[in-house]
């Protein structure tokens, strides 16, 4: 048994408009596993790169067609063991590969003819060569594959943002062929069929791709409230990839650290809230940074005016009744007003048909009376005549 696992990056593709178009593909490093040792523990260490380049084109609404795909694969080194014990070189290609990608569901599948040269490196068994290809020799590789103990290492993952963003392929075999280069040879035939022994049986692929493409950077829509206004947290709003985290600065080009950093949920509604100096205009502008970790360029930047705020009107002057029995009606105003008082009702009394020559009125006592202070700041006074 063998299986092959190599990251996928891609280096940029989506849905095609019109007509065929080139998709370019790299699979960075990964593991190969061969045989009984079929896990995530490698045995031997897969490619650096290997380039994958195709065309692909729309077919309907919903779908689109991938031909003359080619996968690169550089040679690589292994150890073969028991009953042998060989340094191989492996040059494994996946031929020319066509496939579909339902772009609405991020389904993919991909066919290719699957196999390569095994060539001994060592000693013993210098310039031993076979031909390994897979059972059957076209694999099928798709986002609906799952994982199994004796087949693919991992389950495949729909490209839910399309081809440029993160999923995973994977396909099985049910067996590995290595075949003599030269079958009248009763060495090579030995040295294969020994080969076939270790990498024989069920195995499988897995292709991974990471999320490699920055969202669009977020969309500031306006503030709440609006400015100008006396505000000093007014809240941010706007849109923003969903479910990516959205970092705030204060200043129009994202320079420096975050104010304030929250999700595109929490961007929309209810805003993001940032502070602003009272009398002060501020300009902000925010980034993106998706699950995988990519970030978006600035944002186009937003500015929010804080009005400085009216001052509080002086405090009215504590009002303290002054002592003014006895005093005639002006000056008793006058310095009630003084004590920082108003004057209120005057109850004035009559002047009876008995009362003759001049009539002299007085204040006989003040509601409330002297020393008292009222909340209202008002003193009612009560007149009489003057003894």
């Known amino acids: 048994m063998i299986a092959l ?19 370019s593909m790299t699979f960075s490093e990964g593991r190969a596993n061969v045989g009984i040792q079929l896990s995530d523990e490698a045995l031997f260490g897969a490619p650096n ?29 292994t ?15 996946i031929g020319e590969i066509e496939g579909n990608f339902a772009w609405a569901v991020g389904a993919l599948t991909l066919k290719g003819e699957a196999g390569g040269t095994l060539t001994a490196t060592n000693e013993a068994y210098e310039g031993e060569e076979c031909k390994v290809s897979t ?27 399309g081809l440029a963003g993160a999923g995973a392929i994977a396909g099985e075999w049910t067996h590995m062929d290595a075949e ?20 024989g049986g069920k195995g499988g692929i897995w292709l991974e791709q990471e999320d490699i493409v920055p969202p669009s950077p977020p969309l500031l829509a306006g503030t709440d409230p609006a400015s100008p206004s006396q505000n000093g947290t007014p809240r941010i709003l706007g849109v923003a990839e969903a479910g990516s985290t959205v970092n705030v ?19 929309s509604t209810p805003g993001l809230f940032v502070a602003v100096a009272e009398g002060a205009t501020a300009s902000f502008a925010a980034t993106a940074t998706d699950a995988a970790g990519n970030t ?55 002047r009876p048909k008995s009362q003759k020559g001049r009539w002299v009125l007085v204040v006989k006592s003040s509601n409330p009376a002297a020393g008292a202070r009222p909340a209202n700041g008002k003193v009612h006074l009560k007149l009489g005549p003057k003894s």
């Open 79 to 93: 150890h073969i063991t028991t009953p042998i014990d060989a340094d191989v070189t492996v040059e494994f290609e």
């Open 249 to 267: 600065y204060a200043d129009p080009t994202c320079a420096g650290a975050p104010v304030r950093t929250g999700t595109a949920a929490e961007l």
């Open 135 to 161: 059972v059957p020799s076209v694999l099928e590789l798709s986002t609906s594959t799952a994982a199994s103990a004796e087949g693919a290492p991992h389950s495949g993952e729909p490209f839910i943002w």
């Open 49 to 77: 790169t290997a380039p994958f380049t195709a065309q692909i084109e729309p077919v309907d609404a919903a779908n689109e067609e991938i031909t003359a795909g080619v996968l690169e694969v550089p040679a690589f080194e």
């Open 296 to 350: 978006s360029a600035c944002s186009a930047s937003i500015s929010y005016t804080r009005l400085r705020a009216d001052p509080p009107p002086p405090p009215p002057p504590a009002c303290v009744v002054p002592k003014v029995t006895g005093m005639k009606l002006v000056g008793a105003k006058k310095k009630i007003k003084a004590a920082g008082c108003t004057v209120g009702k005057v109850q004035r009394p009559k």
């Open 5 to 23: 696992v190599f990251l996928l990056l891609a280096l940029g593709t989506g849905a095609s408009t019109a007509g065929a178009a080139p998709l």
């Open 180 to 199: 003599p280069v030269d079958s009248e040879d009763p060495g090579n035939v030995s040295f294969c069929k020994n080969v076939e022994g270790q990498i």
